[in-house]
Structure formats: C-alpha cells, structure tokens
T-cell receptor
Framework: DAGVIQSPRHEVTEMGQEVTLRCKPISGHNSLFWYRQTMMRGLELLIYFNNNVPIDDSGMPEDRFSAKMPNASFSTLKIQPSEPRDSAVYFC????????????FGPGTRLTVL | GENVEQHPSTLSVQEGDSAVIKCTYSDSASNYFPWYKQELGKRPQLIIDIRSNVGEKKDQRIAVTLNKTAKHFSLHITETQPEDSAVYFCAARSIYNQGGKLIFGQGTELSVKP
C-alpha cells in the first residue's frame, strides 16, 4: 500500500487566490482527518470524516475553509480566499474505526501564501 | 472540554541518558493513548500506544505508563541516541468519539546531544 497520498507537496500562492489541497486515504480506511501544523499553534485538527460524512468541523478556522469527501478514496480542503496567516503544513491522516486503530499521516502539503 | 497537556515543551539530554515526557488528559472517558514521533520535515508517525486496561507497555528502549486515577500518562526513552531527536506528541481518544478523533498535546522537542 502506498500510504496516505497528498498533493501538491508544496504550494506557493498569492493572497486572495483559491487553494485546493488533495488527499487519498489508505484503501479500506473509513475515517479521514485534516490537520494544520504551525510553530505557534502546533498540530490542530481542522475537520474529520467518518464513512465520507463530516463528523466534526469545529476546528475549521472560518468560512474561508471548506472540506469535502465525495467518496471513500478522495478528499479536498479548499481555502478561498487565501491569506498569509494560512501559511502552514497541512496533513491528511486516515484510520480504520475500531477501538484502538492507528492514524496514518500523509507527507503533508507545505502552503505558503505571499 | 477535551484537553491534553504535555510537558516539557523542550527537553535536552546527553546521549545515553533517559528522557521522560508527561501528559495529562481531562476526559475521563479516554481509553486509548498513542505517542507520535515527528522528525524534522517529516510526518508524525506512531511509535507506541497504550490502552486504558493496561498500566505499562514497553518496546525496546521506549515505554509508556498510564495512571488512570490521575489521568496521567508518560513516555520513557532509555539509552537515548541522536536519532531520537524529534518532536514527540502524546494524544488521547475518548471511547465516545465517533470516527476515532485524537486530542493531541502541544508537543515536546527532544534534543539528544552526542
């Protein structure tokens, strides 16, 4: 298995532009998580899905952020319009929903908003 | 609400010494406690986990202990090596969480000096 796949790995954009981050979870996993990591705020959970349904989006910073999971093998995190303070590393992770199953992280997308 | 406090935020040890990182959780319904290691520029990866029906677990040079009464768990690394240098995150998961949501601590940056 290739593990969790994220694209792009690096994204540099200008303030005001739309940014779309993509994630392919491990095949067979039924939970998917989007995290943001910065030096100041650490590792923050933005939103997570179970069986393609959003369960908790309380970590989404504001309306500029949106996430979708149209099927079990694909999810997107969109920022529109982007701002410099959105610069961070965004991780996607997936897991099986059993009592003690590990979350596997993707390699992350490093986003820089100029 | 759910919260995990992690200490210290930074830890510097000499090669060969032991390192201890401590976490406290607030949700008494938590029943799963993983530890993740994140090397510089890499993704977080699970190194060890413990379930609420176990007090201690060891894997070679690393061990985790759990005190459910105090709602406290710790990571112990013995005979530290330079390759142990990384950021370590503790996490907790409630038995009531749909989809396996983890609450992460703030992270501990461990530096092992040769």
């Amino acid at each position: 298995d290739a593990g969790v796949i994220q694209s792009p790995r690096h994204e540099v954009t200008e303030m005001g532009q739309e940014v779309t981050l993509r994630c392919k979870p491990i095949s067979g996993h039924n939970s998917l998580f989007w995290y943001r990591q910065t030096m100041m705020r650490g590792l923050e959970l933005l939103i997570y899905f179970n069986n393609n349904v959003p369960i908790d989006d309380s970590g989404m910073p504001e309306d500029r952020f949106s996430a979708k999971m149209p099927n079990a093998s694909f999810s997107t995190l969109k920022i529109q319009p982007s701002e410099p303070r959105d610069s961070a590393v965004y991780f996607c992770a997936s897991s099986l929903v059993r009592p003690y199953n590990e979350q596997f992280f993707g390699p992350g997308t490093r986003l820089t908003v100029l | 609400g759910e919260n995990v406090e992690q200490h210290p935020s930074t830890l510097s040890v000499q090669e060969g010494d032991s390192a201890v990182i401590k976490c406290t959780y607030s949700d008494s319904a938590s029943n799963y406690f993983p530890w993740y290691k994140q090397e510089l520029g890499k993704r977080p990866q699970l190194i060890i986990d413990i379930r609420s029906n176990v007090g201690e677990k060891k894997d070679q040079r690393i061990a985790v202990t759990l005190n459910k009464t105090a709602k406290h768990f710790s990571l112990h690394i013995t005979e530290t090596q330079p390759e142990d240098s990384a950021v370590y995150f503790c996490a907790a998961r409630s038995i009531y969480n749909q989809g396996g949501k983890l609450i992460f601590g703030q992270g501990t940056e461990l530096s092992v000096k040769p």
